[in-house]
């Protein structure tokens, strides 16, 4: 069972419960992803689109800004995408990257998009660097995906995300707690596990309150989500390295301050992609599509006109 809604033809919303995917037996299936689209209607030819993913906990409308630049600079039409157990996008209990990019490809086949740039972030990364090798893998000659941009983070396997897991504690604690919770209360709670003011934004963005309860719940399924980090499923990489890399072009920008793209990961990279170029931006680190955008795209400006002129 599924409902859509479409708003002003730009914003399409998927819902599935988990218990009614369960139910027929379908938790491994693909999911329709609710996106929203910046069309670009002045182009006197058809270059492919711009995905975008976003990170853990994330959604849409945090690239609403780098997606609007990027729509105008090249020219392209730009999906922002929530993946699944995010925003307005479907819930299931499957977290997984092969299930992630296997419902990005299954959303480029129904709207039939080629050519297409896949740029993610952190978990978005991972599911935009999947779908680009499995699908370079499966028709090496269609051109699905015409290039990829992984923003902080690299096709390796590390350690759980141990300060997530400390955000949903903290949001837990402050949904179900006996005690009232105010706007104040909410930012010294999380100050004391966040040191970033953006970071702390950002969480209380996840939960909101009930005007008649004044309890608060969360937007995100936040057991889901961290059941998926404790068993490593966010954290990982099981894509098999094969003889034959894959063949489309690659960006990795990296905050100087972060350690998710490390040079020891470099090998790593080598052994998927013939072509990748990696760009450092100082003084940012693994939200650095947030604390830097403007640098964030301009080498995604001009990775892409130099590689579409190819």
Not at 142 to 157: F, G, L, Q, R, Y
């Amino acid at each position: 069972m599924s409902v859509g809604i479409c708003v002003n033809n730009i914003t399409r919303c998927g819902f599935h419960t988990s218990r009614i995917l369960r139910s027929h037996g379908i938790r491994n299936k693909s999911l329709d992803l609710a996106y929203k689209l910046i069309p670009y209607t002045l182009k006197d030819k058809n270059p492919g689109p711009i995905l975008i993913m976003h990170g853990l906990f994330g959604n849409k409308m945090n690239n609403r800004y780098i997606g609007q630049k990027l729509h105008t600079r090249l020219k392209r039409d730009v999906y922002l995408l929530d993946l699944r157990n995010h925003g307005e996008s479907p819930i299931n209990e499957e977290h997984t990257y092969d299930l992630m990019s296997a419902d990005v490809m299954n959303f480029l086949k129904q709207h039939g998009l080629k050519d297409s740039i896949l740029i993610g972030h952190s978990m978005g990364a991972k599911v935009a660097m999947e779908a680009t090798i499995l699908e370079d893998r499966k028709h090496p000659k269609e051109d699905m995906v015409k290039m990829c941009v992984s923003i902080e983070n690299a096709p390796v396997t590390t350690l759980p995300l141990g300060k997530f897991i400390k955000y949903i504690d903290v949001l837990n604690h402050i949904i179900y707690s006996s005690e009232e919770y105010g706007n104040k209360e909410i930012t010294e709670k999380l100050a004391e596990i966040e040191d970033n003011l953006m970071v702390r934004q950002f969480l209380k963005s996840l939960i909101k309150r009930d005007p008649q309860t004044k309890k608060y719940k969360s937007k995100i399924p936040l057991e889901i989500l961290k059941k998926a980090i404790i068993s490593g499923k966010i954290s990982e990489w099981t894509v098999l390295a094969q003889d034959r890399l894959c063949n489309v072009p690659i960006l990795f920008i990296r905050g100087v301050n972060s350690g998710f793209i490390a040079d020891e990961y470099i090998h790593g990279i080598s052994q998927y992609f013939s072509q990748f170029e990696i760009r450092d931006i100082n003084d940012a680190g693994h939200w650095v599509n947030a604390e830097k955008p403007e640098e964030c795209i301009e080498n995604i400006v001009e990775f892409v006109e130099r590689h579409g002129e190819e």
